[in-house]
């Protein structure tokens, strides 16, 4: 069983920069791969990005590649999202999940077993 818990969330003005993090509890959590997703209002969640287990492997959505960067720390149990040239349509609550079931990264939903309970982040124009 793995929580997880994001932070860094807030308030920024669109070109501006955030970066979450996820701390993972449980020492499996190098053995997991990870993403990121979101959720805007009235909109299904949808995928982020996504790192291995390893950190040698990581997958974007097309609408953040180039902008967005995940990477993790597995010394820390911990998995960050930089996030730069933020724009308004990036607005939503941003969720950490972890896969106790695949080593590589996953940008599907179902491929997720465990989540955070998620970080708002809201871009102004």
């Known amino acids: 069983q793995a929580q997880l818990v994001e932070s860094g969330g807030g308030l920024v003005q669109a070109g501006g920069s955030l970066r979450l993090s996820c701390v993972a509890s449980?020492?499996?959590?190098?053995?997991?791969?990870m993403g990121w997703f979101r959720q805007a209002p009235g909109k299904e969640r949808e995928f982020v990005a996504a790192?291995?287990?390893?950190?040698?492997?990581?997958i974007y959505a097309e609408s953040v590649k180039g902008r967005f960067t995940i990477s993790r720390d597995n010394a820390k149990n911990t998995v960050y999202l930089q996030m730069n040239t933020l724009e308004p349509e990036d607005t939503a609550v941003y969720y950490c999940?972890?896969?106790?079931?695949?080593?590589?990264?996953?940008?599907?939903?179902?491929?997720?077993?465990?989540w955070g309970q998620g970080t708002q982040v809201t871009v102004s124009s």
């Open positions: 449980g020492r499996t959590f190098s053995s997991y791969a």
């Open positions: 999940a972890a896969s106790r079931t695949f080593y590589k990264a996953r940008s599907g939903l179902s491929d997720y077993d465990y």
């Open positions: 790192i291995s287990w390893s950190g040698g492997s990581t």
